[in-house]
Each structure stands twice: as structure tokens, then as C-alpha cells.
């Protein structure tokens, strides 16, 4: 049995209710967490506001930076049992768990070297005046994370917090905490004072809601589906407090026909079947100019077809969904699909030898989907791909635009001025030209348009997220 931390300390829930953690490769259970609750958070928040009124927020930026860097440096020395864990609880190929722990050491180094960077202005203004500007942490920032990258999403939100100098309370995921709570040992062991940085475990309708309402926060960042995105935004307005949102995406790869075709072949597949497409930014919509259509189609075809799902161990292209809901939910779009008459073009396999009670889908590809389909609208978040034709550059356009969602998107063309053309055409918060980062690149300010959520994360647009301007305005005569 886990405990979850807490002011420093390692402590079960006020009332002693615990949580079960299930291996998603076999569905059993394999730990248990406390079942965090109100009066949990209430403790975590005090913890954080009693620290930014001791030392952690006395210290200066260039100690909170070294701070940092050993989180960072503790993190890249404990990397392996990091990742074991990882995989453990999410079931992800270690390959891709060894990576989520680096670009988590990552963050970590990335936001230790800039918590001394981030200074004031200056601005002119009426004689005998001198106006400056003021860059604060906010205070207590909450932070509440999913299960597809734990330890990623705790880097990504985390780190640029406490460069600030904020005191952050996290909330992972029930269904994968395990991670959060061994970078808070390590965060301990760094040197970082009591209550900077507490982790609350339970479910998201209890400590997740206490925590998104909690009158003592300051600022709240949330990462996951628009529905619970929803609820803690509303949470957050009750308080007036602001909100970072990171929720879902339909993010197209967009091919013409003069694109380098081998290049993007392998970073196409790559883009979906990580994580089992469980990827927020996962490249869900293949969009190919028609005179090239059914040729590179047929050769993601062939590439779909040698993609194989396994535990992480057997360190495959992919591993399992993470629990059952979300496995019946894409098998559910899958099967709809096909029995709707959708052409299934090809679909990977799953590894033998694997238990049969642990939540496997099938990498599936279908097309040409039809554009007002669920596969072609809705998020899946599982391994599946939707290939779509286009005629030319307007109509690449709207099809692109043409989903609620606005994340991420991909153009693969030589052509330099259409590469430009469609980067500011597109209605997304991230584009890439010919190449596709899911996930990647700590340095890149991060965050939807449209039902994706608002606000950035990531990048030197993190500090800014998580700090106040303050205006000073001195009449010196
Ligand atoms: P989820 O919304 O169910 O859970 C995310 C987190 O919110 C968990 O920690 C959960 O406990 C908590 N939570 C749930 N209900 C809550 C509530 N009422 N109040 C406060 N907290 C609550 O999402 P999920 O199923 O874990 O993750 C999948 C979704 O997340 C997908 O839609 C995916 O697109 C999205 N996602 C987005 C990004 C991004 O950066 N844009 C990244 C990863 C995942």
C-alpha cells in the first residue's frame, strides 16, 4: 500500500479508504493508493501555502533553478526504476516509457535553467514617473493530470510551476499514480522544502473536484477529456481563479503529393500508434492528395499490417489500452465502423503469449472514411487511423478545420509556399512541416485552439501562464 505526500510527509487518507491499481496488460491488480479526499486537499493546500510563506518561498530564482536541477539530475540517476514503474502502471512498450522518464528529466533541466531567466520590463511613461513590471508566482497552482503520460504531463505542468515559484498540489491520474509519487521522493531528496510540491492520489470526482474547487488555489492546469475539462473550469470560475486546459485533438497529417513520401511514411504510423493512440496530439486523420492516394495508402497499409501490440517487455510497437472502458470504447468505434460498411484496410496484431484479460485492440486503419463519419470527427484515443482524400490546397484546408478539435497538425510538402500558406491556415496550436512531434520538444509552447482547451503550456509561455504582471508605477519627481 502507497502512501500519497503531503507537506513533506508520507501519510494514507484522513479516512484510512484506499484505491486499487490494475496492471492493463492483465487487468489485475498489483498495488493500491490512499483515496485521497476533501479533507486531503485541504491538508495539501495548506502545505503549499504554508511553504510560500517559509523558505521554499523566500528562496531565490537561481536556488529554486538548482532545486531543479537536482530534481532533474535525481530523476536521470533513478531512470530506469522510473521507467519501470511507468510501464507497469500504464502497460506502454519500456522503450517508451525509458523515453517519458528522459523527456521528464528533461522539463525538469529545461525550467531549473530558466526559473532566473524571467525578468521584469521597464515602461515609459509620464515625467518623474518610472513604471516597472513585476513577474510573481501566482501562488498555490493545482495541477491535474491523466493516465496516457504521467510522468510527462507531472514534468510538463510541474516544473514550470515551481521555477516560478509557485507551491503546487498535483493530482494524477487514479489509474496510473505510481510515477508521481517516486519523482516526489526524489523531489524530497533534492532538497526541495515541505509543501512546494504535494501529490493527493484518489478519483477525479473527489480529490480531483476538491482540488479544481479548492478556495485556496490560485490557478488550476487540467489535461484530459472535455467533459471533466468542463467541470473543473466551471470549478475554477466559481473561485475566479484561472485555468490552463489541455484537452483532446483530431490532429490530421496533411499529404500532397510532391512530399517526400519515405520520410513520412514511418512518422505517419509512429504518430498513431504511440502510446496505442492514446496521444492527445495522435496524428487520428490521414488527409492524402488524390493522385497519390491509394499508393501511399497502400504502403501505410502494408506498415499497419506488420504493427503488433504486447506488454512492455516485449517492447512492440504499442501495449494496451489503459483499462477496460477505454478498450470497449475504440473497440466500440472499430466495430461500429465496419459494420457501417467503412473499409478496413488493415489491421496489426497482438502479440501471442499475452493475457487475455488485458485490454488489447488491434491497430486498425480504414478509408477512404467518409468525412462526416465519427472516425473522421470524434476522438478515438486507440490505435486507430482514418485515411481521407483530398483534391488541393482549399480543400485540404477545410477538411483539416473541419473538426471541433484544433491541437496539432502535419504538412508534408515541398512546396515552400504552400508549407507557409497552410501553417496559418490550419486552426491549431501547433504545425509541423514535414515531420511530427506528438508530444515532443519540451522548448515548444504547448496548447489547443477550438475544443482542445486554451492556454500554453511548455516553453518560456509556461512561466508566463503561471506568473502574475504586477505594475509598479513610482513618481520619483
Ligand atoms: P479524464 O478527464 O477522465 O481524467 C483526467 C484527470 O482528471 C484525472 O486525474 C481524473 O482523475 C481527473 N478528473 C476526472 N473528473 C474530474 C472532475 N470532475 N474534477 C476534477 N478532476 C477530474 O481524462 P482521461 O480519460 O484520463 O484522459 C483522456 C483524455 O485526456 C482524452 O480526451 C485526451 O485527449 C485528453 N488528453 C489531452 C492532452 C492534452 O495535452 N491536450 C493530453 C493527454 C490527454
Same mark, same amino acid.
Given at each position: 500500500?502507497?502512501?500519497?505526500?503531503?507537506?513533506?510527509?508520507?501519510?494514507?487518507?484522513?479516512?484510512?479508504?484506499?484505491?486499487?491499481?490494475?496492471?492493463?496488460?492483465?487487468?489485475?491488480?498489483?498495488?493500491?493508493?490512499?483515496?485521497?479526499?476533501?479533507?486531503?486537499?485541504?491538508?495539501?493546500?495548506?502545505?503549499?501555502?504554508?511553504?510560500?510563506? &517559509?523558505?521554499?518561498?523566500?528562496?531565490?530564482?537561481?536556488?529554486?533553478?538548482?532545486?531543479?536541477?537536482?530534481?532533474?539530475?535525481?530523476?536521470?540517476?533513478?531512470?530506469?526504476?522510473?521507467?519501470?514503474?511507468?510501464?507497469?502502471?500504464?502497460?506502454?512498450?519500456?522503450?517508451?516509457?525509458?523515453?517519458?522518464?528522459?523527456?521528464?528529466?528533461?522539463?525538469?533541466?529545461?525550467?531549473?535553467?530558466?526559473?532566473?531567466?524571467?525578468?521584469?520590463?521597464?515602461?515609459?511613461?509620464?515625467?518623474?514617473?518610472?513604471?516597472?513590471?513585476?513577474?510573481?508566482?501566482? &501562488?498555490?497552482? =493545482?495541477?491535474?493530470?491523466?493516465?496516457?503520460?504521467?510522468?510527462?504531463?507531472?514534468?510538463?505542468?510541474?516544473?514550470?510551476?515551481?521555477?516560478? &515559484?509557485?507551491?503546487?498540489?498535483?493530482?494524477?491520474?487514479?489509474?496510473?499514480?505510481?510515477?508521481?509519487?517516486?519523482? =516526489?521522493?526524489?523531489?524530497?531528496?533534492?532538497?526541495?522544502?515541505?509543501?512546494?510540491?504535494?501529490?493527493?492520489?484518489?478519483?477525479?470526482?473527489?480529490?480531483?473536484?476538491?482540488?479544481?474547487?479548492?478556495?485556496?488555489?490560485?490557478?488550476?492546469?487540467?489535461? &484530459?477529456?472535455?467533459?471533466?475539462?468542463?467541470?473543473?473550469?466551471?470549478? =475554477?470560475?466559481?473561485?475566479?481563479?484561472?485555468?490552463?486546459?489541455?484537452?483532446?485533438?483530431?490532429?490530421?497529417?496533411?499529404?500532397?503529393?510532391?512530399?517526400?513520401?519515405?520520410?513520412?511514411?514511418?512518422?505517419?504510423?509512429?504518430?498513431?500508434?504511440?502510446?496505442?493512440?492514446?496521444?492527445?496530439?495522435?496524428?487520428?486523420?490521414?488527409?492524402?492528395?488524390?493522385?497519390?492516394?491509394?499508393?501511399?495508402?497502400?504502403?501505410?497499409?502494408?506498415?499497419?499490417?506488420?504493427?503488433?501490440?504486447?506488454?512492455?517487455?516485449?517492447?512492440?510497437?504499442?501495449?494496451?489500452?489503459?483499462?477496460?472502458?477505454?478498450?470497449?470504447?475504440?473497440?466500440?468505434?472499430?466495430?461500429? =465502423?465496419?459494420?457501417?460498411?467503412?473499409?478496413?484496410?488493415?489491421?496489426?496484431?497482438?502479440?501471442?503469449?499475452?493475457?487475455?484479460?488485458?485490454?488489447?485492440?488491434?491497430?486498425?486503419?480504414?478509408?477512404?472514411?467518409?468525412?462526416?463519419?465519427?472516425?473522421?470527427?470524434?476522438?478515438?484515443?486507440?490505435?486507430?487511423?482514418?485515411?481521407?482524400?483530398?483534391?488541393?490546397?482549399?480543400?485540404?484546408?477545410?477538411?483539416?478545420?473541419?473538426?471541433?478539435?484544433?491541437?496539432?497538425?502535419?504538412?508534408?510538402?515541398?512546396?515552400?509556399?504552400?508549407?507557409?500558406?497552410?501553417?496559418?491556415?490550419?486552426?491549431?496550436?501547433?504545425?509541423?512541416?514535414?515531420?511530427?512531434?506528438?508530444?515532443?520538444?519540451?522548448?515548444?509552447?504547448?496548447?489547443?485552439?477550438?475544443?482542445?482547451?486554451?492556454?500554453?503550456?511548455?516553453?518560456?509561455?509556461?512561466?508566463?501562464?503561471?506568473?502574475?504582471?504586477?505594475?509598479?508605477?513610482?513618481?520619483?519627481?
Amino acid at each position: 500500500m502507497k502512501r500519497m505526500f503531503i507537506a513533506g510527509q508520507w501519510v494514507a487518507a484522513h479516512d484510512e479508504r484506499s484505491l486499487p491499481v490494475h496492471d492493463p496488460c492483465d487487468g489485475a491488480e498489483f498495488e493500491r493508493i490512499p483515496r485521497g479526499g476533501a479533507a486531503d486537499v485541504d491538508a495539501a493546500v495548506a502545505a503549499a501555502r504554508a511553504a510560500l510563506a &517559509g523558505p521554499w518561498g523566500r528562496m531565490t530564482a537561481t536556488e529554486r533553478g538548482r532545486v531543479l536541477m537536482r530534481i532533474s539530475k535525481g530523476i536521470a540517476d533513478d531512470a530506469e526504476a522510473l521507467a519501470q514503474i511507468e510501464a507497469r502502471d500504464t502497460g506502454k512498450p519500456l522503450a517508451t516509457a525509458r523515453n517519458d522518464i528522459a523527456v521528464l528529466a528533461r522539463y525538469f533541466e529545461f525550467y531549473a535553467g530558466a526559473a532566473d531567466k524571467v525578468h521584469g520590463q521597464t515602461i515609459p511613461f509620464a515625467a518623474g514617473h518610472q513604471v516597472l513590471l513585476l513577474r510573481e508566482p501566482l &501562488g498555490v497552482t =493545482a495541477h491535474i493530470v491523466p493516465w496516457n503520460y504521467p510522468a510527462q504531463m507531472l514534468g510538463r505542468t510541474v516544473a514550470p510551476a515551481l521555477a516560478m &515559484g509557485n507551491a503546487a498540489v498535483l493530482k494524477p491520474a487514479e489509474d496510473t499514480p505510481l510515477s508521481a509519487l517516486r519523482v =516526489a521522493e526524489i523531489a524530497q531528496a533534492a532538497g526541495l522544502p515541505d509543501g512546494a510540491f504535494n501529490v493527493v492520489t484518489g478519483l477525479g470526482e473527489e480529490a480531483g473536484a476538491a482540488l479544481a474547487g479548492h478556495p485556496g488555489i490560485d490557478f488550476v492546469s487540467f489535461t &484530459g477529456s472535455r467533459e471533466a475539462g468542463a467541470a473543473v473550469q466551471s470549478a =475554477a470560475a466559481r473561485n475566479a481563479v484561472k485555468c490552463v486546459l489541455e484537452l483532446g485533438g483530431k490532429s490530421p497529417q496533411i499529404v500532397f503529393a510532391d512530399a517526400d513520401l519515405d520520410r513520412a511514411l514511418p512518422i505517419v504510423l509512429r504518430a498513431i500508434v504511440q502510446n496505442a493512440g492514446q496521444t492527445c496530439t495522435a496524428g487520428s486523420r490521414l488527409l492524402v492528395q488524390q493522385p497519390i492516394y491509394e499508393a501511399f495508402v497502400g504502403r501505410v497499409a502494408d506498415g499497419f499490417a506488420r504493427l503488433a501490440a504486447g506488454t512492455p517487455a516485449m517492447d512492440l510497437d504499442c501495449g494496451p489500452l489503459m483499462n477496460t472502458p477505454q478498450q470497449r470504447r475504440v473497440q466500440g468505434y472499430i466495430d461500429r =465502423a465496419r459494420a457501417g460498411g467503412v473499409a478496413v484496410l488493415a489491421e496489426g496484431r497482438i502479440a501471442d503469449g499475452v493475457a487475455a484479460s488485458g485490454h488489447w485492440v488491434k491497430p486498425t486503419l480504414f478509408g477512404p472514411v467518409p468525412r462526416e463519419h465519427a472516425l473522421a470527427t470524434e476522438e478515438v484515443f486507440g490505435p486507430v487511423l482514418a485515411a481521407m482524400p483530398f483534391d488541393d490546397e482549399a480543400d485540404a484546408v477545410a477538411l483539416a478545420n473541419a473538426t471541433e478539435y484544433g491541437l496539432l497538425a502535419a504538412v508534408w510538402t515541398d512546396s515552400g509556399g504552400r508549407q507557409l500558406r497552410m501553417a496559418k491556415a490550419l486552426k491549431v496550436g501547433q504545425v509541423f512541416v514535414n515531420g511530427y512531434g506528438a508530444g515532443g520538444g519540451v522548448e515548444l509552447p504547448f496548447g489547443g485552439t477550438k475544443r482542445s482547451g486554451h492556454g500554453r503550456e511548455k516553453g518560456l509561455l509556461a512561466l508566463e501562464e503561471m506568473s502574475n504582471c504586477k505594475t509598479v508605477v513610482l513618481y520619483h519627481g
